[in-house]
T-cell receptor, first 115, second 116 residues
C-alpha cells in the first residue's frame, strides 16, 4: 500500500537554528499539507500546497516557515530560526489522486524538539 | 468557515460494549467528513469517510459512522469495543472545492479507553 514517508523521525535542534523536515508524498497525489501536533493534542493546519504553490496557510505559518517541492517528489518544510514553541510533532500529508474527494494520507511524523 | 467539534475529551467503555465517539461540524457547502485514529507515537491513520450517498458509512476495523445532516453530526460507532481500539480519535472536515479551500480541519480529538 502506498504511504507518505517522513524523515527524520526525530530532530533535536538548538533555538535559533534552521531545520528542514522532509516528506515524500504518495506519487500520484496532487495536494500536499503540513500539520503539527503539540504533545498529542490538537492537529493544527499549517499549509497546503497545490500546483507548485501555496494554496492556503494558517496564522501559525509565518515568515519563519517555508515549503518547497524541489524535485517533484520531495516536499519540505523549513523553519528558519526555531523557537522553543516550535517543538511539536510535524505531519506531512497528501491527497487527491483522482479528485478532491479523497482522504488525506499522513506520514508517521517528525518529532521536533527545540532546546 | 469550517469547524469541527468533538465534545468529549475522553470516552470510557467496557470491552464488548458498543462505543460512540461524537463529532459535529460546520461548513459552508457540502461537507466531506473523515475519521482518523492515532495510536501512541504514531501518525494519523484513516478510518472512514463520508462524501455522498448512504448516511451510514463503514470503515476499517469494524468502525462505522452515521452522517446526520439536520444535526450536522458524524458520530463514530462500533457495535463491540476491543481493548485494542484504545487510541486517540480525530474527526475532520473538508469543505467542497467550490469554497476555495483544500484544507482538512481536525477536531480536538477524543481519547477512547476500552476497559477489559
Amino acid at each position: 500500500e502506498p504511504e507518505v514517508t517522513q524523515t527524520p523521525s526525530h530532530q533535536v535542534t538548538q533555538m535559533g537554528q534552521e531545520v528542514i523536515l522532509r516528506c515524500v508524498p504518495i506519487s500520484n497525489h496532487l495536494y500536499f499539507y503540513w500539520y503539527r501536533q503539540i504533545l498529542g493534542q490538537k492537529v493544527e493546519f499549517l499549509v497546503s500546497f497545490y500546483n507548485n504553490e501555496i494554496s492556503e496557510k494558517s496564522e501559525i505559518f509565518d515568515d519563519q516557515f517555508s515549503v518547497e517541492r524541489p524535485d517533484g517528489s520531495n516536499f519540505t518544510l523549513k523553519i528558519r530560526s526555531t523557537k522553543l514553541e516550535d517543538s511539536a510533532m510535524y505531519f506531512c500529508a497528501s491527497s487527491g489522486a483522482e479528485n478532491e474527494r479523497t482522504e488525506a494520507f499522513f506520514g508517521q511524523g517528525t518529532r521536533l524538539t527545540v532546546v | 468557515a469550517q469547524s469541527v467539534a468533538q465534545p468529549e475529551d475522553q470516552v470510557n467503555v467496557a470491552e464488548g460494549n458498543p462505543l460512540t465517539v461524537k463529532c459535529t461540524y460546520s461548513v459552508s457547502g457540502n461537507p466531506y467528513l473523515f475519521w482518523y485514529v492515532q495510536y501512541p507515537n504514531r501518525g494519523l491513520q484513516f478510518l472512514l469517510k463520508y462524501i455522498t450517498g448512504d448516511n451510514l458509512v463503514k470503515g476499517s476495523y469494524g468502525f462505522e459512522a452515521e452522517f446526520n445532516k439536520s444535526q450536522t453530526s458524524f458520530h463514530l460507532k462500533k457495535p463491540s469495543a476491543l481493548v485494542s481500539d484504545s487510541a486517540l480519535y480525530f474527526c475532520a472536515v473538508r469543505d467542497s472545492i467550490t469554497s476555495g479551500t483544500y484544507k482538512y480541519i481536525f477536531g480536538t480529538g477524543t481519547r477512547l479507553k476500552v476497559l477489559a
